[in-house]
């Protein structure tokens, strides 16, 4: 999905301009080719390919890498890429845990570089709109649900697949949890609260039925926001890998399936605000004010309709502007003597909601994939 959308069409006025230079694979050249060819890459002839990711970050010529190899690959690929003082856009969940992006976050300031986790969700027009203009009017939220479940077992996939095999990371917390529990994140701790705090304070997992290994799919994660001891909200997040469904079309045409109930609803004291499926790519909010100054003639609460579209594009090219433009500032600016972590902070609430989600639901991969 990320290249179709970064070699999108731009209008020449946009400071911005996204090419592929180089790709790194532990397969062929002749199906990198075929990859570049399918998807209509105008300067496919340049792309140089390499058969080494190491090599390719000692020796590329390049601003950005972007990694989008299976989880528990993330650290090591990031930590080398660090180190070779390259800015990093990797892919969700940014790491195994969130000991790991924290010692990757203070690599990164150290080596001069930008780092930045590519949870899209979060820089979408709908998403940024929520921040900054809808939940500074809904009141203190008080409750959220979240919820991503989508059919993506079927009894006929693979044992190697990254979505089966633990030793890839599999599991839906880590793969479909991230969306949801960045929900909770922006609905409870968007608006400054230095006094607030949240944490999980339950959380129950059900492995895949019949399948090796113990799959994490259905999670149930309840979070609370605490203030002066008294809890000021509760979040409750859900999430499955083998909901029902067709696993028919395309995977990524499932996502237009219309569903009756919205997957993210957020209360606060004035207004609800309920987003359609799917979570991952949120357009459109129907919101229900009730607070007293909203209500019509007849004293029910009006209802508002409010889309903010992909504007163009599955809309994962937002989060590569948002890094180009922090590494070209630097690049002009030439004195940075300390890098930085783009959504640091979001990325390290959310990477601990699910390390304690985990703990507390018995969600465990090999050590070897938690290290540092
Ligand atoms: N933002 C989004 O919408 C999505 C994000 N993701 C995220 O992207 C990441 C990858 O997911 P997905 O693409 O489905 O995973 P895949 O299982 O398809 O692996 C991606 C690529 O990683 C490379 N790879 C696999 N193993 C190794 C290895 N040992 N060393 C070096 N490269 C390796 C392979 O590239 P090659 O074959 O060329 O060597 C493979 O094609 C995950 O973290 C996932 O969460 C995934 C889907 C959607
Ligand atoms: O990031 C993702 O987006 C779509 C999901 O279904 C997929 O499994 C996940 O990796």
Redesign the pocket.
Known sequence: ??LPDIILPRDASEPIKHEIVA?????SDE??KNWLAEHKVSNAASVKIYNS?EEMLKTGDFDVVYI????P??YE?IRVALNNKRNVL????ATMNSKQYEVLSKLAKEKNVVLME???TRYLPAMQYLQKELLPKIGPVRRVYAEFSFPIYSTDMPAS??FLDKK??AGSL??MG?YALTWVDVALNSLPDEHASTKVIHANSMPIRGVEGKVDDMNTVIIAKEKAGEQMAVAIVTTSMTMPGSNKPSFYHRFEAKKAAPCVRIEGEKASIAVPFPP?RPQKFEVQWYGHEFLDSEGLEVNEVIEKPVERG?G?WYQADVIAKRVAARQKDGNATVGEVIGEEESLRVLRYMDEARKMSGIEYDPKLEEI
Do not use: C, N, Q, Y
């Open positions: 999905v990320f790709v790194s694979t532990t397969g199906r990198v990711w989008s190899t299976p989880h690959l993330h690929h990797v892919e969700k969940p590519a949870m899209w697949s990254r890839a990371g880590l793969d991230v991952i599955w994962i």
